[in-house]
């Protein structure tokens, strides 16, 4: 079982930045695919970045790119997030999720949640005036 934890929300007026992390015990996060997803309320849970195993193949959401970069340190079992340049539709809990897909990883399984096999709690991102 691996245990995920996010950190780093907050309350930001647009155009800030925040960088989000994503903590792992248990098992390592090594041979997952790792990714970002958020859930306003009252709305489905979407994809907004993931990253391959490896670290070289990068996946985003057309709404988020050019703005966030996301990014793993596999030696430390840590997934990161940057976002800039915020605005009020990126208002959301944001989740990290953890997915062996062993068939294979590109943009197409990536952004299917049902993929995950583990989910943090969530950190809530809130940005306004």
């Known amino acids: 079982q691996v245990h995920l934890v996010e950190s780093g929300g907050g309350l930001v007026q647009p155009g800030a930045s925040l960088r989000l992390s994503c903590a792992a015990s248990?098992?390592?996060?090594?041979?997952?695919?790792l990714s970002w997803f958020r859930q306003a309320p009252e709305k489905e849970r979407e994809f907004v970045a993931g990253?391959?195993?490896?670290?070289?193949?990068?996946y985003y959401a057309d709404s988020v790119k050019g703005r966030f970069t996301i990014s793993r340190e596999n030696g430390k079992n840590m997934l990161y997030l940057e976002m800039n340049k915020l605005q009020p539709e990126d208002t959301a809990l944001y989740y990290c999720?953890?997915?062996?897909?062993?068939?294979?990883?590109?943009?197409?399984?990536?952004?299917?949640?049902?993929?995950?096999?583990?989910w943090g709690q969530g950190t809530q991102v809130t940005v306004s005036t």
């Open positions: 990253i391959a195993w490896s670290g070289r193949d990068t």
């Open positions: 999720a953890a997915g062996e897909m062993n068939g294979g990883v590109d943009m197409f399984v990536a952004r299917v949640k049902n993929n995950y096999d583990y």
């Open positions: 248990g098992r390592t996060f090594s041979k997952y695919v």
